[in-house]
């Protein structure tokens, strides 16, 4: 199926050419019946609308399996006649999102890394970008929204948290231009987020707006350096796209916060750091901006600031509406709507696969699904996600037998929403093994562990910022308290914060692991045994 | 990709004739690391070396999106000299297994229906029939497993239960043959299970061997009569497949269960009753027949009982070898293995297509799963699963107007395994919006819930085989009689044996449903309430 050519932005209407600067937001289940949040998901019909009838230039996708984005990815293509920017939030790999992919940790775990090593959490942070960027471009995916870049020095920030890539601006920049070269590898955007900086917040901006008083002496030596980094990086190619950040940054703007400021957007990073690729706003109906501005005056507001794509608008109809009246009336000029489309371009061929003889001679063919996703989880990925699992947990206290009876208290945030727990997770089978009894609990519960028995207790939190991260520290200080007498070993899956807030008895067991998944469990509970355990113990029992 | 022909059976050397019987288990998710039994479910690489070295005639799939095992389906495909048959337990429609497609409720509900409405009933089980078959093709698949035509004359009954179409066997052989005859519309086969009845059982045979001790007669006069209609259809085309039950017949062999059984599969089903499809053996996994035979002597006293197809067997090459080892010491005749291939041949034409000139012109040609998935859950379908459920439902007690604060009591079988219970369950969600707070309990809980509050219950209890059924319905009594003060409604999703187990204060709302699924859900509060909430609600504050 070929795809015509990028046709001359002089030959688009107004409306055609602002339609290609808005990215919609969708599922990545196939049917509109699986969509798991219908007030910001696009059902089917209003997709084939949007691209076919509004030319929308993107799409972000949330939610469904990596055999399901394959198949969707390839649909929502064949609906467009110009090839479509297809984005998705991959921060810990393709397998983060969308399952059967490799879901490796959060950037945080190469932070942890670097400060024993950081050459070898500089080449795990590129193989890093390698394995994201070819596991995207296995299902379709043509746009890496990430690396965060943000310096998350502020330990009780709720938004990013262990999501960035460490605590100092040297290792964030050096990780992260690790992971942007090797990502670079291959032709999919990568995207510095969330500028001018989001680590030193405490307000979660998907909630309300965050101000951050810094002076430009600190932005500079502590915020700036890592997207420096990332759009002028002193060997190979820039990153592709810098998302913007909800946040009010006094000292530049005291009246817009970023995504909507001109100083910051046109004359910070455009001007003065010389960022020369496509500059993405961060979803717009996030609270922060929505609790202020109406859903047009923000996409006009940010298009008048810079930016060249409007994400996530809340009414994608009259978003483009909005802008094309604001350029009738003169108050934005269509020639920078036509020079962020050519900015567009740019990133579209450069996703779209060898080029021809030149822009004008591009094709565009699809991938083939059952071909491209055999490409997911190779054993090289799934290596690297388990070696940078092992270099990064954290250990301490005497060894640990298990011996049943016992009792294997679980706690989550919400059992219903714990896509790393399932019924058959290791975490669960494993201390069943054992003889030990799972007691699960989350946030809702008023239940208590039993203090008779030998208890493990495995706690999963990551103080995420939709979740109830600190009534979930006191639930687990609580438990801790409880169990104390009986208590064999403790893991924690998730945060080194949450870790420091918690007091251990010196001679108990633990371990802390920065992923969650089922890989993670596997090798917390291998490495506090001491021995190979859990899943491949199960599997084994197969091949006999 | 076109096959070649199916080879002829004289060609094939005998371990190859062997392998053609053997059906392997794998699952329908695409990658090794996200098996969910590996104790059952083959490798990609094992499944490679059954296909392409071994040769087996089939795969049953369990787990994954639908759209995974469109992918999955294409790949064993590739791998297969001789087109595989590829079958799935959708007793429930696909969606039950694979998600995205339509989620029917179980059979039993159509029983239900025919009480009142016969006619209505089998209109919808002829309608269930086609769009099973029409979306196990969409994604690859071409056997169903199902009809069920046991008669579930055993209220107690730990394994058939709701998946059977009733309690009589009038109704169930008007409504198994409805559902056979709308799915033979399609190119895809249907299995009439368990022979000879599996509907008076209060043993599971996934763990144990339940011994009936029916003479002829009252085999003839109840557990017969659906298999007869199934076989010889007074108008239509015979079921294909019969699959066996794990259970002894003392009356016909009281050496041997069914499954293994000259006697009952020869004699009763062969020759007696004149079937001429396939016979197929349930699971050789299944406790009632690993706990007396070895994975070996099961298949080959399966076989010599008149199997044509040997399901799961516990170790594929070891069972492939037993079976040739037979033949040569003359325990088995190769005439009856090349007419057991014979069989399978027709099958496998009748899956295939449209045939050319002959049986050895036929070409195969795998489905193209982008444009295959888009025929799933199409409006007809989902609008049969709401109309059965809508006409299945019981309902008493006076109205019910929510009000919030209160609580929403919901009780699982196990709250990590319950693929109808997501974040975003109507059940949950709906509740919310009225002001009640969720408190989830399970068979693990010892938490009660609150006293002081308004409280509604909602139930998912099915008797389940593999759950703690009976511990639920005590678990259930208890939550009721606590919270009976403050109860505003009851709904129970599941099995209407568990609802007549329960005594409910007379002027409490109830409801109870067959489906459990989210559309289940959304039906029930509706209906309880009044008016059109739930999704729907949710889905309209997108458009507005």
Not at 83 to 96: S, Y
Not at 159 to 183: C, D, H, M, S
């Amino acid at each position: 199926m070929l795809k015509p050519i990028l046709p001359d932005p002089d030959s688009l209407s107004l409306s055609q050419l602002v339609a290609q600067l808005i990215v919609v937001r969708t599922t990545g289940h196939l049917f509109d019946h699986e969509i798991e949040y219908p007030a910001w998901e696009a059902t089917n019909a209003q997709m084939e609308h949007y691209i076919t009838d509004l030319g929308v230039g993107g799409v972000i996708l949330l939610g469904g399996s990596a055999a399901e984005v394959a198949l969707r990815c390839q649909t929502l293509q064949a609906m467009a006649e110009i090839p479509l920017l297809i984005a998705a939030d991959i921060e810990e790999g393709v397998g983060q999102r969308f399952s059967g992919a490799t879901w490796f940790p959060p950037p945080m775990a190469l932070g942890e890394i670097a400060r024993t090593d950081l050459e070898l959490a500089k080449a795990y942070a590129y193989q890093f970008g390698q394995y994201t960027a070819r596991e995207a471009m296995a299902i379709g995916l043509n746009w890496i929204l990430a690396p965060v870049v943000d310096v998350n020095n502020n330990p009780v920030n709720p938004v990013i948290n262990v999501r960035a890539f460490g605590e100092t601006p040297k290792i964030v920049t050096q990780l992260t231009q690790a992971f942007i070269q090797g990502a670079q590898e291959y032709p999919v955007l990568t995207t510095a987020k969330h500028f001018p900086g989001h680590g030193d917040t405490s307000i979660d901006s998907h909630l309300s707006l965050p101000v951050i008083d810094h002076d430009l002496g600190r932005l500079d030596r502590v915020e700036l350096g890592p997207f420096k980094g990332a759009i002028s990086p002193e060997a190979g190619k820039p990153v592709d796209v810098v998302m913007t950040a909800h946040i009010c940054l006094s000292a530049l703007d005291k009246q817009h916060p970023a995504t909507l400021s001109k100083p910051i957007l046109t004359g910070l990073l455009r001007q003065e750091l010389g960022f020369g690729g496509l500059i993405v706003t961060d979803a717009l109906v996030m609270g922060a901006i929505t609790e202020t501005y109406g859903p047009y005056e923000a996409a006009v507001l940010a298009v008048e600031a810079g930016a060249d794509v409007v994400l996530m608008p809340a009414d994608v109809e009259g978003c483009i509406q909005a802008i094309c009246e604001a350029v009738r009336v003169g108050r934005l000029d269509e020639g920078q709507i036509r020079t962020s489309v050519e900015q567009i371009w740019r990133a579209k061929h450069k996703v779209s696969g060898p080029l021809g003889t030149g822009p004008s001679c591009h094709n565009w063919e699809p991938a083939e699904p059952v071909t491209q996703v055999q490409q997911l989880a190779q054993p090289e990925m799934l290596g690297l996600a388990r070696n940078i699992l092992r270099a990064s947990s954290r250990q301490g206290g005497a060894g640990f037998r298990p011996k049943g009876p016992g009792q294997n208290v679980i706690l989550v945030d919400d059992v219903l929403n714990c896509r790393y727990l399932p019924r058959t997770a290791p975490a669960i089978t494993q201390p069943m093994g054992w003889g030990y009894e799972l007691t699960l609990l989350d946030s809702r519960s008023s239940q208590l562990p039993k203090t008779e028995l030998p208890t493990v207790v495995q706690l999963f939190i990551r103080g995420n910022p939709f979740r109830s991260g600190q009534n979930l520290v006191q639930l687990a200080r609580k438990y801790l308290e409880i169990t104390v007498g009986d208590l064999q070993a403790v893991i924690f899956y998730g945060s080194p914060y949450v870790l420091e807030q918690l007091a251990l008895p010196d001679d108990v067991p633990w371990l802390f692991s920065y992923g969650q998944m089922p890989m993670a469990q596997s090798l917390a509970l291998e490495t506090l045994v001491g021995e190979a355990i859990a899943v491949e113990a199960v599997d084994r029992s197969f091949t006999d």
